[in-house]
């Protein structure tokens, strides 16, 4: 049964493999540890050995606690793979994490229509990208500040509706707000920081953000507009908004920020009109309410749920098929083990290592003897030794029986080098002649075991 497993895993295998030779995807990261909000770059490449004769057509592409940026324009060229050509066409798609972990980017299924090679007739395929492992580092927390993102290129401006060179008490005046940032989303721009002046009030608007991406990457603006109803008379400072922001292509924090600016305040003798400009603009102020969460899949180590109890199972079931393996392989052995304790090998060499002590050499000679399986061979060793006409080993295993018995009890060390040889290829010639008989026996019967 094991036997059947295994070899049904290794033809799976070479099935896969052998489909992979005709058409087959491959999946490549640009980077393989990012920080929070850094992006990475997912590059797929679908190859042929022929050519595609409809569009590709593949799944939704879900990466856990990311944002994703797909760029549908599909590019096609010829690739190099070892040795071969290969027509492919290649997309890609940016990753923005904003989640601190380690997480897996799941097989992506992609669908083609090819023929194989040598036919002309297309046929649908469905390919399988690898899983990806991609660790995304938290900001270390001295570059983090309040207002710090990840981008390639930060550009801020501000605007005023109208100049503030004559402006007085109850007057409303609008600070418009823009930040450029390349290599980003406008949902990473962070809000800019809300001073609070005791000489106005202060109204800030919704921001409104852009999705600016071209061609090759994403790019993002946010807008923010803050009323200031002016409520004291004097010169007045307006401080600038600055943001920090970290390059990964270099590895360095830049920031940039507007310049200060210089307010003088008029007097105004109508000040009864403040009342009625601050609760107009009160009413314009929209209540914040928290952003709904998306709950996404529960994960476990980073991974959907769904898909780490597919790998959970695979790996079940890879350990059930590698412990029947090792229990089949012990009791192969264990039996092989037991067999050659029986066998008359065994017993030959356990003859040919005993020490010189009469008794000893006795008893292992008989011991093997027993077991040698000689045809026709008689109870005694020493009578069959002397019908097969063997004088060299009769004449040595007196020697041994004289001193076992006119000895000390046997125990006085004997001379069985001689003995040992003569027996072995007494033994040997003994096979030889088993084997030219084999043939002329029944099946069922055996002459040496």
């Not at 040795?83 to 890609?92: N, P």
């Not at 953000?209 to 109803?229: C, F, H, K, M, P």
């Not at 090792?326 to 067999?339: D, L, M």
């Not at 007494?426 to 088993?434: S, V």
Request: glycine residues 4%.
């Amino acid at each position: 049964m094991v036997k059947y497993i295994a070899i049904s895993i290794l033809l799976c295998f070479i099935g896969i493999d052998s489909n992979a030779q005709d058409c087959f995807a491959r999946v490549e990261l640009n980077k393989h540890s990012v920080y929070v909000q850094e992006p990475f770059r997912v590059t797929i490449r679908v190859l042929t050995k022929t050519w595609y004769t409809a569009p590709l057509d593949f799944d939704n592409i879900q990466i856990p606690s990311a944002f994703i940026l797909p760029f549908d324009r599909t590019q096609s060229g010829m690739f190099t793979v070892g040795d071969k050509q290969y027509a492919g066409l290649e997309f890609y798609f940016i990753v923005f994490p904003y989640k601190a972990g380690t997480f897996t980017i799941p097989p992506i299924h992609i669908g083609a229509t090819t023929p194989p090679e040598g036919s002309s007739e297309s046929k649908k395929v469905t390919l399988a990208t690898a899983p990806q492992k991609i660790i995304v580092r938290d900001v270390p927390a001295s570059l983090k500040t309040d207002n710090w993102f990840v981008a390639k290129g930060v550009n801020i401006s501000e605007r005023w509706n109208k100049s503030l060179r004559d402006v007085k008490v109850g007057d409303v005046i609008v600070r418009t707000i823009t930040i450029d940032a390349s290599g980003t989303l406008p949902q990473f721009i962070p809000e800019v920081a809300k001073e609070k002046p005791d000489w106005a009030s202060i109204y800030p608007d919704d921001a409104e953000l852009q999705d600016t991406r071209n061609e090759n990457d994403a790019n993002g603006r946010r807008i923010e507009s803050i009323t200031y109803l002016l409520e004291k008379a004097g010169d007045f400072q307006i401080p600038p908004v600055k943001v920090t922001w970290w390059n990964p292509n270099n590895s360095r924090k830049y920031e940039k920020s507007t310049v200060s600016v210089s307010i003088h305040v008029k007097e105004n003798p109508n000040l009864g009109i403040l009342t009625t400009l601050k609760d107009s603009l009160k009413t314009t102020q929209k209540i914040a309410k928290p952003p709904e969460k998306k709950k996404g899949p529960y994960l476990i180590y980073g991974i959907p749920w769904y898909w780490f109890s597919l790998y959970a199972l695979v790996a079940i079931a890879v350990l059930y098929v590698v412990v029947r393996l090792i229990i089949s392989i012990v009791k192969w052995a264990t039996q092989k083990r037991r067999n050659y304790l029986n066998s008359e090998q065994h017993w030959f060499n356990k003859f040919m290592r005993s020490p010189n002590n009469a008794s000893k050499v006795i008893n292992g000679l008989y011991q093997w003897w027993d077991r040698s399986g000689i045809a026709n061979k008689s109870a005694s060793a020493t009578e069959t030794f002397i019908h097969d006409k063997e004088p060299s080993i009769k004449k040595e295993l007196d020697a041994i029986y004289k001193d076992l018995y006119e000895g000390e009890n046997g125990s006085g060390s004997v001379e069985q080098k001689q003995l040992k040889s003569e027996i072995k290829k007494y033994r040997k010639k003994k096979r030889l002649a088993n084997d030219q008989l084999a043939n002329k026996i029944s099946e069922h019967q055996k002459l040496w075991e």
